[in-house]
């Protein structure tokens, strides 16, 4: 016969499952969380010597500096000013390339929902946010090094990006527009509005944080790319603006770092200064995007 | 007053056979209506009977959307709409919607002169602030906005942001003013501020009102139109249908029958 007081046991193993599905919880989170931090932690042990206005103004020293400074157990001189710059001049060239096409593209795929054109676009799109990024590199380099610049060029790694780039934008551009109110177009064409305005002037200024938020995330997934660049910017010693030169990048340099022991120093600083600014736009973006929520 | 609707002359508004249907469904059957120039006229009936699709025909709303299709003529002062150009339709034609959706990225006073800006029509300061505050004074909204013209429009109340959304359809100056149950989403004492405004309004314009409640019909419309399935059963004087209703569907909907 059962006891009357059966449903009590029952309840003391409730809780105790309770208890150990808590406690699963918070070490599955625990150790989710901590590569992020344990990466964070070795970057900064190991990268903050490096730091000063040097390393952000001066351009990587040769070999032989380095290894001076190395033997004698000072801090290596010089810095990476020719990859920030390049990594700006080819990142903001990606973006100019990418974001209006990409913004369009979004904006084509939200107004022709269903379509059969629009459907293969976005399919396509998809597909090419899989392409591996080195596959994407040799594209480039048949493309734009081979045919347009004919030899290594900012150019060359711009396009490279920018096709990277360009599904992510696409996405959050039709998404962001799907989430406006169909009313607000409405009440946009009620007014006489054309309909090229009602989209320029009514719903991607609405849109604005999340079109924002998918550029932003957009540049952080390409700022740290090597793979393409390798094949296509190549990399310079010196600061260059030309952009159908061989051009530095911050992810370049840390590949070139890593295959010079006597620069294996500043792996660590360059590596921290890109993951603090990808982190920075990551933070921003979701700032962003918070707002608007 | 006489009893019948024959005395609608010079029509500002004219329906004739017009029918409107979703994928082959028709929603809207054959309404043909003359609409008298300064009046407020209500489109009544019970939910899904085709009223708001009926509505948005008239500033041609529906060819955003693919799958509805529109039958039949309709005319503005006798130029007919379907040969018009949408755009310059819509200019004559404003529409103040069923939930009030000012511009979230605009402040009071661009909602207001959104009608010009987003046009591109090139308007003095001067200009612009007259505009401004005539519409707002129009919709009784511009004692409790004028010192915060330039915050958001979002940040007002429910009933604040539907006369800002009137008071924009009105900037421009239209002849007719389509209006989707405006009230629907707005507490009584703004809903009885609106129903004000709409009386004093009719002076200058012609008013065409979608409404679920049929009190505000008798309130504030000197016609109704009484809509059932898709077919205009009856229409003529708000003060008849109210008291004498001629079909005895009318009549079973205004005594609560159904509906």
Not at chain 1, 81 to 101: D, E, F, K, R
């Amino acid at each position: 016969m059962k006891s009357t007081f059966a449903w009590k046991d029952h309840t003391s193993r409730r809780l105790l499952k309770d208890k150990a599905v808590l406690v699963g919880v918070v070490v599955l989170s625990l150790i989710t969380i901590s590569p992020i931090v344990l990466i964070i932690s070795k970057l900064v042990a190991e990268g903050y010597q490096q730091i000063s206005l040097d390393f952000l103004i001066k351009n990587t020293p040769d070999t032989f500096e380095a290894m001076t400074a190395v033997a004698n157990g000072e801090k290596i001189p010089g810095g990476i000013a020719n990859g920030i710059v390049g990594t700006l001049l080819m990142v903001t060239l990606a973006s100019a390339i990418a974001i209006p096409i990409g913004v369009l593209t979004g904006i084509y795929l939200y107004e022709n929902q269903g379509k059969f054109m629009a459907n293969l676009t976005r399919n396509i799109s998809d597909i090419l946010q899989g392409v591996p990024s080195i596959v994407l590199g040799l594209i480039s380099y048949l493309w734009v090094v081979k045919h347009i610049t004919n030899g290594f060029s900012a150019l060359a790694g711009s396009v490279s990006l920018a096709i990277m780039m360009l599904p992510m934008i696409v996405r959050s551009t039709e998404e962001t527009l799907k989430m406006i109110p169909q009313t607000l177009k409405e009440a946009a064409l009620a007014l006489g509005v054309p309909y090229h305005k009602v989209i320029l002037k009514v719903l991607v200024p609405t849109g604005f944080s999340g079109l924002s938020t998918g550029i932003l995330l957009g540049i952080s997934r390409i700022l740290g790319e090597t793979a393409p660049l390798l094949l296509t910017a190549l990399g310079s010693s010196i600061i260059n603006l030309d952009i159908t030169q061989p051009t530095s990048a911050v992810p370049l340099l840390i590949w070139e770092f890593y295959n010079d022991p006597n620069m294996i120093g500043l792996i660590w600083s360059s590596s921290l200064l890109l993951m603090a600014i990808v982190l920075i736009l990551n933070i921003v973006s979701k700032q962003i995007a918070g707002k608007r929520n | 007053m006489t009893n019948t609707i024959a005395e609608v002359k010079k029509p500002i508004l004219s329906l004739k056979d017009l029918s409107i249907a979703y994928d082959k469904n028709y929603a809207v059957k054959n309404v043909s209506v003359e609409i008298k120039k300064n009046t407020v006229t209500a489109i009544m009936g019970p939910s899904g009977c085709g009223k708001s699709t009926l509505l948005r025909a008239l500033n041609r709303m529906h060819e955003l959307y693919e799958n509805i299709s529109t039958e039949g003529e309709a005319f503005l002062n006798g130029n007919n709409i379907y040969d018009m150009s949408p755009i310059k339709l819509r200019r004559h034609m404003g529409m103040v919607f069923q939930r009030p959706n000012p511009f979230p990225t605009m402040s009071i006073y661009d909602n207001v002169i959104a009608g010009y800006k987003l046009n591109g029509i090139r308007t003095k300061k001067k200009e612009r602030d007259e505009i401004v505050e005539r519409s707002l004074r129009d919709v009784a909204l511009w004692d409790e906005v004028k010192d915060s013209l330039f915050k958001k429009g979002t940040f007002l109340s429910g009933g604040q942001q539907q006369r800002l959304c009137i008071a924009r359809a009105l900037a421009f100056s239209p002849e007719v003013i389509l209006m989707d149950e405006p009230t629907s989403a707005l507490d009584p004492v703004a809903t009885s501020k609106v129903e004000d405004l709409l009386v004093k309004l009719k002076e200058n314009y012609t008013i065409v009102l979608v409404t679920h409640n049929m009190s505000q019909a008798a309130r504030i419309s000197d016609y109704s139109l009484f809509m059932y399935l898709g077919e205009l059963v009856e229409y003529g004087k708000t003060k008849n249908m109210f008291t004498n209703p001629i079909d005895p569907r009318t009549e079973e909907y205004l005594t609560g029958k159904f509906g």
